[in-house]
């Protein structure tokens, strides 16, 4: 198996506010649109962010109920996103700051507002209307070949 | 604010079992390992997954608590991974489910047997030890240009 992911899909509940959040708040282009099911963002080389109805991203995941094969309900509630972070790297400090601000005139609530990161730059974090985490980070110790090899410093441990 | 995103960072209660998991299990080649606290792998022209202790994912978020601009407590247990998918697509029906087959195999837990899926191609999905939700899709209306622009042909609804 190769070592790639090609989509990062997010249970959403909300597809109106998210729209109005990429699309209106920060200017982002929608590769593909399907109100009220699913709302695409190319957000990377190859990679889609894709904002799924979450009533729609749990009966997608459970499959067809009448399918012998599906043995598992569907739970009533959706699960919120939770347990991730998808991080936005930017080329100074200060732009930690105007990218954070940004995000929040756009609508996002600021979650941990900008200040030294741990791992030896600065970082805030902003989450989306639908609960999704960003964190926006200068990091002296990555940088991005042409080729999209990554380089990273090892991190200074939290500890 | 450009469209991207650099890494994903996944909250992670057993480190040493991701670690058994894409590495020993599905041949990944780490880009750093931490270990007791991150472990990185590439998975993308630019994209980094990081699997962080679950602790440390916490601790990262909330900041310094002596710092004034910290007043969240850190919560007494750590988020689950919820609520998303990430995707990795293979390039026929038949590669779905050795992928999947693949990923049991190395420890993944099979969540939605291969099957006919609501976009017009073939899907699994399976977690990862510590609840990462990978989707393992054959999606002929899917492609990547070389300059990494992404192709999408509007989905099927699942209505």
Same mark, same amino acid.
């Given at each position: ?34 109100? +009220? ?69 756009? +609508? ?32 002296? +110790? ?18």
């Amino acid at each position: 198996m190769q070592q790639r992911a090609d989509f990062l899909t997010v249970s959403t509940s909300d597809l109106d506010a998210a729209r109005a959040f990429y699309r209106d708040g920060l200017g982002w282009q929608p590769l593909l649109d399907v109100p +009220g099911e699913i709302l695409f963002f190319q957000i990377g080389h190859g990679l889609v962010l894709g904002l799924f109805d979450a009533h729609a991203f749990d009966r997608d995941l459970e499959g067809d109920p009448t399918a012998p094969e599906n043995a598992a309900p569907v739970p009533n509630a959706p699960a919120a996103p939770a347990g991730f972070t998808l991080s936005h790297n930017v080329s100074s400090p200060e732009e930690v700051d105007q990218v954070v601000e940004r995000m929040r005139a756009a +609508g996002g609530t600021v979650r941990k507002p900008p200040q030294t990161a741990a791992f030896g730059g600065r970082h805030g974090h902003v989450l989306d209307p639908n609960g999704v985490l960003w964190e926006i980070a200068h990091n002296p +110790g990555w940088s991005v070949d042409p080729d999209g090899t990554v380089r990273l410093e090892a991190v200074e441990s939290a500890e």
